[in-house]
């Protein structure tokens, strides 16, 4: 079998492992580590891709061009990188790779999952995978910590969890997060329409307190992103993650990401924390990337109490439902507060609440934005300000719908008005 093959088709020879190992542990045997770890991660790359070409040179098998490039690229990911992982993380379409075990590895590209044939050669390879990558964040994953969160030096976040928890053997998910998108370019991909997004600009210059929400992979932070880029460009942000994955553009920014506690159980610093902290800094916006537990009571009074204009997204499967989970989330804290104080402080923190779905060919949009017009402790009275009402599925499975818009209330109305700005919001459908 030709070493390409070989190379493709890792699963079907235990010679293709040996090779690389082999030269793997050559090329590391003749460079200088300390002078490696000093440079860049492209001049670095560059350097040992040379050695193992002299060394191929030297006493290698004869190769063909290809294959001879192929298994340069093979050794030196498995040297530097995450191996048979790095060719799907340079892929630029795939947004999450999921590892269900050595043999079985999947990707969601352009919103659908597909199977891959990239393999890793046995488990003891994949277990080597995990462990360099928990070991950039000085942590550890084993069967007394069989479960652990990481995010690459690339941004991409990590989750682990392998046996006896995973009864199939280790799990492994990276989560890549795309390119920061304007506002102006999602509506170019069909995300909202141009009267949604400048109905929502208004409302982000005016400070309105506004919540995303959506199911997991929705696009929440993606959206929250866009979003937080209409911030003015002159005050003070202050972002508040469990993995930093918000890249705010304005010059006057402050990120926060909260930290797991060490392998003794110390050293913890949670999102509630980190907001608590915030109040003190000044902060003219906070923007939360989720909220998911008792930090949500503390946000709630942050928006109540003079910090206007933050921003944050909460899991939920609709508008109303997100408020919802609000209350559920907020009764979380260690205060025990009464369901209707909690509504409270509900309908006077939220403005707005921008819902977000995932079509069934993949496409995220916002499906909903709706304001919140009750207060005090009545019911929940969300006004649906821009909806998209999708049209039937066709053979093709391609999402398609109309934008129908309503009518600013009054109240919204004026108080844009007084910041500023004016917005006209078309009535009935619109493309």
């Not at 946000?299 to 919802?324: K, P, R």
């Not at 509504?343 to 069934?360: C, K, M, P």
């Amino acid at each position: 079998m030709a070493l390409r093959d070989r190379l493709q088709q890792s699963e079907s020879s235990s010679d293709e492992p040996d090779l690389i190992s082999h030269y793997r542990d050559r090329l590391l045997e003749e460079v200088d580590l300390d002078e490696l770890a000093r440079l860049k991660p492209a001049q670095r790359r560059a350097r040992l891709e040379r050695i193992l070409s002299s060394l191929l040179s030297a006493d290698g098998p004869v190769l063909a061009s290809r294959d001879r490039s192929v298994l340069i690229q093979r050794v030196v990911d498995d040297a530097l990188g995450l191996g048979v992982l790095e060719p799907l993380l340079a892929d630029q379409s795939i947004t999450e790779i999921m590892v269900n075990g050595p043999r079985d590895i999947f990707v969601e590209r352009l919103g659908r999952v597909q199977r891959v044939a990239t393999t890793f050669a046995s488990e003891e390879q994949l277990y080597q995978t995990i462990d360099r990558i928990v070991s950039t964040v000085n942590r550890r994953v084993d069967e007394s910590s069989p479960m652990v969160d990481a995010r690459l030096p690339t941004g991409e976040r990590v989750n682990v969890i392998i046996p006896p928890l995973a009864l199939d053997g280790p799990s492994l998910t990276i989560r890549r997060f795309p390119q920061p998108y304007r506002l102006a370019e999602l509506v170019d991909k069909g995300s909202l329409d141009v009267h949604a997004a400048t109905l929502l600009g208004a409302c982000v210059r005016a400070r309105f307190n506004i919540m995303i929400s959506g199911g997991t992979g929705t696009g929440k932070t993606t959206f929250l992103n866009a979003l937080s880029g209409l911030i003015p460009a002159h005050e003070r942000i202050v972002t508040i993650e469990d993995a930093a994955e918000l890249s705010l553009q304005q010059e006057h920014v402050v990120r926060l990401e909260s930290r797991p506690a060490n392998v003794e159980g110390t050293g913890q610093v949670t999102i509630r924390d980190l907001v608590r902290n915030s109040l003190r800094m000044r902060p003219d916006r906070i923007v939360v990337g989720e909220v998911r537990g008792g930090e949500t009571l503390d946000m709630l009074q942050a928006m109540n109490t003079g910090h206007e204009g933050s921003l944050a997204t909460v899991h939920a499967n609709s508008a109303f439902d997100a408020l919802g989970r609000l209350e559920t989330l907020a009764s979380m804290s260690e205060l025990e507060l009464p369901v209707a104080t909690i509504r409270d402080q509900v309908n006077s923190a939220i403005d707005l609440v921008i819902h977000l779905e995932r079509g069934a060919d993949g496409t995220r949009r916002v499906s909903e934005v709706a304001a919140l017009m009750s207060s005090r402790r009545a019911d929940y009275d969300l006004v649906p300000l821009r909806t998209f009402r999708q049209d039937p599925i066709g053979p093709d499975r391609h999402v398609t719908g109309t934008w129908v818009g309503s009518s600013l209330p009054q109240v919204l109305r004026d108080r844009l008005l007084r910041a500023g700005e004016t917005v006209v919001v078309p009535e009935g459908g619109a493309a």
